[in-house]
């Protein structure tokens, strides 16, 4: 009986590819991590994550040791601006001279009206989704979580606090690592800010924006609050939202 053929090895490219997915969709992530989910040697990942750098595709991040924070900074990899925008922003440049001739002939209202629209299309389409998960804010925003990804924003979501002994002290963290519209919303942060809006009158709770990658963050992190046993609220009723300001790049 012949010998069975060698399998033919994954061509280079292929295999970088994979790294900066898996970069795209846990990161902030350690090379140690990539290389656990991805089943690569340590010295194969840092080999693709120097060719990434190289071509400026992901960069280093330093974070805080948890939960103390003491020691020496961990260097996690993220997607850099330029890895965001090779995912393809098709038609953005034309959009955000659009909106810029739109917001000098009718002001700077007519383009939050548009952004407004915008949003309530993705709220009238979310909706039904986040509904079917109950009452729970977790399963709620899991399911808003799952929405944002089929439509690219790569969402996830993580409870953080969960030692803490009062249940007001935890929250979830609705993290995007992808933002298909993220350059015309560094023009025009009002999209940022109706988005948010959006998330609040979803989930039915206050919630406040940490981190935008308009605004040259890593993610878009969403702080959704748990324990305020807050029903959901209509898409009709007025809900606060908290927003961090958000300052354009220099």
């Known amino acids: 009986m012949p010998a069975a053929s060698p399998v033919a090895p994954e061509p280079e490219e292929r295999t970088r590819?994979?790294?900066?997915?898996?970069?795209?969709?846990?990161?902030?992530?350690?090379?140690?991590?990539?290389?656990?989910?991805?089943?690569?040697?340590?010295?194969?990942?840092?080999?693709?994550?120097?060719?990434?750098?190289?071509?400026?595709?992901?960069?280093?991040?330093?974070?805080?040791?948890?939960?103390?924070?003491?020691?020496?900074?961990?260097?996690?990899?993220?997607l850099s601006h330029r890895g965001q925008t090779n995912r393809g922003n098709d038609y953005l440049d034309i959009a955000t001279s659009a909106l810029t001739d739109l917001a000098h002939v009718a002001g700077e209202e007519a383009v939050a009206a548009f952004a407004e629209r915008r949003f309530a299309e993705m709220e009238r389409r979310y909706r039904p989704i986040v509904e079917a998960a109950g009452d729970s804010l977790e399963d709620r925003a899991e399911a808003l979580s799952g929405a944002l990804s089929g439509d690219r924003f790569v969402a996830s979501t993580r409870t953080v606090g969960f030692n803490q002994p009062a249940a007001m002290l935890q929250s979830i963290q609705l993290c995007q690592g992808h933002c298909p519209i993220q350059d015309l919303a560094r023009e025009f942060p009002v999209f940022c800010d109706e988005?948010?809006?959006?998330?609040?009158?979803?989930?039915?709770?206050?919630?406040?924006?940490?981190?935008?990658?308009?605004?040259?963050?890593?993610?878009?992190?969403t702080h959704i609050p748990l324990g305020r046993n807050q029903t959901p609220q209509q898409a009709e009723k007025r809900t606060r939202v908290k927003l961090t300001k958000q300052e354009r790049p220099r």
């Open 195 to 221: 988005e948010t809006k959006v998330f609040a009158r979803l989930l039915g709770v206050d919630v406040r924006r940490l981190s935008t990658l308009a605004s040259g963050g890593h993610v878009c992190t």
């Open 17 to 78: 590819d994979r790294v900066l997915q898996a970069v795209l969709h846990q990161g902030p992530v350690s090379a140690a991590e990539l290389g656990e989910s991805l089943g690569f040697t340590p010295a194969a990942v840092r080999r693709h994550l120097d060719a990434l750098s190289r071509e400026g595709l992901v960069e280093v991040k330093l974070v805080a040791n948890q939960p103390a924070g003491a020691g020496r900074p961990a260097r996690r990899y993220v």
